[in-house]
């Protein structure tokens, strides 16, 4: 008879961790929590249900010990019976601790046979996914896989840094200034002077209103300051992006004429446009248009370090195994968060907004209007939205007038600024003055 094999975990020092909690009380919960992440990471449905119940009484700050665990534990599952023992079984966990000063060592191993229970779960996927043949699940999956055997080579609880390290290395980035990357675009600037590292940036706007435009004058300007950025085009091909580099770069050259392929007296100028292009964002500007999923993302930006990172339609990411939307988007918004601090960069998030918008009165965007807005306002450091007044009335408001909204934002202050845009230059200007002198005479 063949032996089953149980999925790694230790039931030993699950209780010993939960031991040592209860008899340590709020310190050692606060050192324990730093190993387990996830409640999942317990093996055992009833160790799970008590480092929740822990959980629960560490947030609402009162005191740990058997008496408030077991009660809690009731309370949040009213379903329990005495006959199940568990209040027997808590009582008992004291016992099972040698000595509170040992968490850190319990929390290792449980974290751990969790890592190895997920790997093993991605590797059944995995295998499941070969025999398929199903080629861009498998891409999914195996970057899902490469990240927790990442973890498990480097396994180690949250970091804990001495505050004198902290004050040291924020002295640095003050006065170094690194940990600011402007725009390069003074209505973007204006809020908080710039991007933050490790932090994240959402953008909105309606279809029409500029944003794809903005993004590509963004990337413009951050290429021009030094910076390295790797884009990812989900709503535009990567050939569109260069069209609108190409204008932008080139003299007197015309977005639509391009987009046509209309060189009739413009040949000269779109080559040199070309040619500035090539030298000019060589090794500074990646792009894609066919990474589809979260973690084909998360590699690439791996591989390649970048200062910025810009996703230009973050409700377009293939996301599968999620059912609801806003589970999805949250997962993609905090995975962005986690990359941002593990490579010291910064992401450009752009995301599309509510079609109720066009309904109101006002029809200015507000942070509501982003859809799934409720984990963007949350996690994002600065939200902007981009508003061109010329599309919903093209008698009150002039075609080369349009808004940049900051929303919000941690560092700076609210604000909306005026600004010029030309769609046919694929250009942003300080001013309306200077989008509508920039106009090509057709």
Known sequence: MQKIKLQPHSKEAEKALLGCVLNGGIESFEEAKHWIRKSDAFYSEDNKKIWIAMQRLFRDKEGIDVVTVYDKYKRLNPNYEETEGIGYYITGLPEEAPSAALVDRYGKIIWEKYLRREVSKSANKLYSTVIEDDHQSMEEILGEHVRLIEEIKNIQPTRLNDIEDIVEETRELVKSGQNIIKFGIPALDGPA?????????????????????????????????????????????????????????????????????DLNGSTNAFNESIDKIKNKYKNRLLMFDDVKSLDEAMLEISRHKPDVIIDDYIQLISMPDTNERRFQIEKIVQDYKWICKKENCSALLVSQLNRDIEKRYEPRPRLSDYSESGVIEQTAESALFVWYGYVFNDNEYSPYQSEIISAKTRYGKVMTEEVGFNGDRCRFYLTEEEARNDTLKQ
Request: charged share 30%; proline share 3%.
């Open 193 to 261: 002077g710039g991007m933050t590292r490790k932090e994240i940036t959402v953008l909105g706007g309606r279809p029409g209103h500029g944003k794809t435009t903005l993004v590509v004058n963004i990337v413009r300007s951050l290429i021009e300051l030094g910076n390295k950025v790797i884009v990812f085009n989900r709503e535009m091909s990567n050939p569109e992006m260069i069209r609108k580099l190409v204008v932008m770069e080139g003299k007197d050259l015309s977005y639509n004429k391009i987009r046509k392929g």
